[in-house]
């Protein structure tokens, strides 16, 4: 079982800066991929990135690769995305996830947390 708390998001203006944390609790933690995902109002879930258990490999969605960085600290139990050069396209509520797989699918992961809200204005 994993329990996973989102924390970061707030309102800024275009072209800032923000990092969102991911706080994961639970006895395997190290052995899940983890993720983020985001939902804007009316449109479905999207993958934003994922990051192995070793942190050795990442995966960017086209919309965010190059300005969004996906980390995590295996000691802490943590997972992070900074995003930089944000836009007004970028709000929605992100959602931290968890899976046994390296995967883009929603339907794949087992554990979410119950998102934070970034929105960002023009």
């Known amino acids: 079982q994993v329990q996973l708390v989102e924390s970061g998001g707030e309102l800024l203006q275009a072209g800032g800066s923000l990092r969102l944390s991911c706080a994961a609790s639970?006895?395997?933690?190290?052995?899940?991929?983890m993720a983020w995902f985001r939902q804007a109002p009316g449109k479905e879930r999207a993958f934003v990135a994922t990051?192995?258990?070793?942190?050795?490999?990442?995966v960017y969605s086209d919309s965010v690769k190059g300005r969004f960085t996906i980390s995590r600290d295996k000691y802490k139990s943590m997972v992070y995305l900074q995003m930089n050069s944000l836009k007004p396209e970028d709000t929605a509520n992100y959602y931290c996830?968890?899976?046994?797989?390296?995967?883009?699918?929603?339907?794949?992961?087992?554990?979410w947390g119950q998102g934070t809200q970034v929105t960002v204005s023009s």
């Open positions: 996830a968890a899976s046994r797989l390296l995967s883009l699918n929603k339907d794949d992961y087992d554990y």
């Open positions: 639970g006895r395997t933690f190290s052995s899940y991929y």
């Open positions: 990051i192995s258990w070793t942190g050795g490999d990442t």
